[in-house]
């Protein structure tokens, strides 16, 4: 099996008008190819999404109506940025966001995409299995690897970090095979990374927030490791139960 140092990978990052990536429409993306040794290539660009930017999504990635006023829309942009990526490992932090936002812009410009055939390797989902970083976000993990900051949440600046990132956290495999393997089974969470219980490990949260979490649609690792904690807490009464005769009494 060839090396991880052999392979060539593309690290992307897709600032949006919103999280719905169907719906939603791109507003800045960036592109860098790289190996484990190098940079070799990259892409860059605002976007004219052609709609309004919401409040909200300003507020996150402080790109104003005015910034993308005049620049290329989706469709100048689209094929360049496609070459670039080719059948190469997509590397990117949550994502699944960037390419079906991607996919969804193509498929509205008739351009051929096939970048969902590309093997992945999401960064959120190999910092929750690294399991050491006081958070996943990519900003925590940034100041828990000590890599130097390259300013505002933009897309390049992202796509930089996440690179630095990946670097790290794939410093124990030895082939692509062996990460493949790994993110191919649901990954146990330690602490809930949302909603009102955010950072409290998953033994302390109250059993009807878990219940109620464990029937939303929230991604596989995380259904998987509130499901796993009832189970666990199922598991430990029945054995109370049988350890204490009087318990019906």
Partial sequence: MPLLKTHTFVCIDCEG???DPKNDRIIEVAAVKFTLSENLDQFESLVDPCIEIPQASIAIHNITQEM???KPTIDQILTPLLELIGPHPIIGHSIDYDIEILAHHAARCNIPCTIRDNPKFDTLRLARLYGESPSNSLQTLRKHFNIAEEGAHRAMSDVVVNIEVFKKLSQNFRTLEQITEVLSRPIQMKNMPLGKHKGRPMKEIPIEYLRWAANQDFDNDLLYS????????KKGNSFIQSANPFMNL
């Fill in 17 to 19: 008008t919103g999280l």
């Fill in 68 to 70: 993308v006023q005049g």
């Fill in 226 to 233: 509130l499901r796993s904690e009832l189970n666990r807490r």
